[in-house]
C-alpha cells in the first residue's frame, strides 16, 4: 500500500446511483492500483446519487483514508461534470478515467500507463469483445463514423471512459469554462500525442446503464455542436441547393401553366413537396436552435457544479502515512 501525500497516479471515478456494484468495485480497484507499486488517488465524485452510494464511499474512506479522496456535489450534473470536477481535484501527474460498473476492468490500468511510458501523453481505449446489446453496439459505430467524419476527430471508440490523460492535458481541460462538453474530444484536442490501446470489456457488475438511447443522442449532440459548426454549413448549403431547385420548379410551372392551362391533378405532388420543404426548415431551425442554446447556457456564467463536501485526510496525516 503506497500512500497519496504525493501521487503519481489518480484515478478518477463518477458515482451516479451505484450502490449494488460499489463494493465489487472496492475489491477490485485497490488491489489493481496497489500492484502498480506507484503513489496513487482514488478519486470518487458522487454525482448526487440517491441510493446509499454516499454510505457506501464514506466507509471506504474510512477503511482506506491515504489513498481515497470522495467528492460530495450537491446535485446531478452528469457524467462529463462530475468528472470535471474530479479533474479540477486530481494531484497526479497522471489521470485515469473509469467508470463505476465495473465494464472496464481497473487492472487494465496498467496497460494505459504503459503506454504513457512510451511517451504518449493522452491514451484513448478500445473496448473488446464488448458485451453491450446489439443496438448499443450498432448505434455507437454508426455514431463514431459520423463523428469522425463532422469533427475530424479520431476515436476508434468515443464510448469507452477508461483513458489515461498527462497532468497538462488534465489542467488544459479544466480551463475550459464550457457548460457542455465531451472530455474525451476536448483532449484530443490538446494532446500532442495521442494513442490507443485494446482493453477488456466485461458485463456491468451490478445495476444498469444510466445512459438511455435519448441520452445517447444528447451527448453526440453535444459532441457535434460543441467541436464543429460544419451542421450549419452543411444546412446552408442545402438550403441554397432548395432555394435554387425551387425557383426552377416555380418558374416550371408557370410556364406549363401557359401552355397547357389551369390544372389540379398535381395539387398533392405540390403538397408534398410543400410539406419537405417545411419539414427541412424546421430542422434547420431546431439545428440553429441547439447552438443558440448553448450560447445561451455559456453567456449565463453559472457554475458548471457545486461541490458539497470533500472527504479526505488532512495533510499532515497524509505525509505522516
Request: charged share 20%.
Amino acid at each position: 500500500m503506497i500512500a497519496m501525500s504525493n501521487p503519481s497516479l489518480s484515478v478518477v471515478i463518477p458515482v451516479y446511483n451505484e450502490e449494488e456494484g460499489l463494493q465489487a468495485l472496492f475489491d477490485r480497484l485497490y488491489p489493481a492500483l496497489d500492484a502498480l507499486h506507484v503513489p496513487y488517488e482514488a478519486i470518487f465524485i458522487n454525482d448526487g446519487s440517491t441510493d446509499r452510494s454516499v454510505s457506501l464511499l464514506r466507509g471506504q474512506f474510512e477503511k482506506r483514508p491515504d489513498t481515497t479522496r470522495v467528492i460530495l456535489l450537491n446535485g446531478n450534473y452528469g457524467q462529463h461534470m462530475a468528472i470535471m470536477a474530479g479533474f479540477e481535484q486530481a494531484r497526479g501527474n497522471r489521470v485515469v478515467t473509469l467508470d463505476a460498473d465495473l465494464q472496464n476492468p481497473p487492472e487494465e490500468i496498467g496497460k494505459l500507463l504503459a503506454a504513457m511510458d512510451a511517451g504518449h501523453d493522452y491514451v484513448g481505449t478500445v473496448r473488446q469483445n464488448r458485451q453491450d446489446n446489439a443496438w448499443r453496439r450498432w448505434a455507437s459505430r454508426l455514431m463514431n463514423r459520423l463523428r469522425e467524419r463532422i469533427t475530424h476527430i479520431h476515436m476508434t471508440d468515443q464510448g469507452c471512459m477508461l483513458r489515461a490523460y498527462d497532468r497538462k492535458i488534465v489542467r488544459a481541460i479544466a480551463s475550459c469554462r464550457e457548460v457542455n462538453t465531451f472530455i474525451p474530444a476536448l483532449a484530443y484536442t490538446f494532446a500532442a500525442h495521442p494513442t490507443e490501446v485494446a482493453v477488456r470489456h466485461e458485463e456491468r457488475a451490478a445495476g444498469e446503464s444510466k445512459y438511455s438511447l435519448y441520452s445517447l443522442v444528447r451527448l453526440n449532440f453535444d459532441l457535434v455542436t460543441g467541436f464543429s459548426v460544419f451542421p450549419l454549413q452543411l444546412f446552408s448549403l442545402l438550403g441554397m441547393v432548395l432555394s435554387l431547385l425551387s425557383g426552377l420548379f416555380v418558374v416550371y410551372l408557370f410556364i406549363r401553366r401557359l401552355v397547357v392551362g389551369p390544372e389540379a391533378e398535381g395539387l398533392f405532388t405540390l403538397f408534398a413537396i410543400t410539406f419537405f420543404l417545411i419539414s427541412i426548415l424546421l430542422f434547420g431551425i431546431g439545428l440553429l436552435g441547439e447552438y443558440v442554446g448553448r450560447i445561451y447556457q455559456q453567456v449565463r456564467d453559472r457554475p458548471r457544479f457545486l461541490i458539497e463536501a470533500i472527504l479526505e485526510a488532512p495533510r499532515e496525516s497524509r505525509q505522516d502515512a
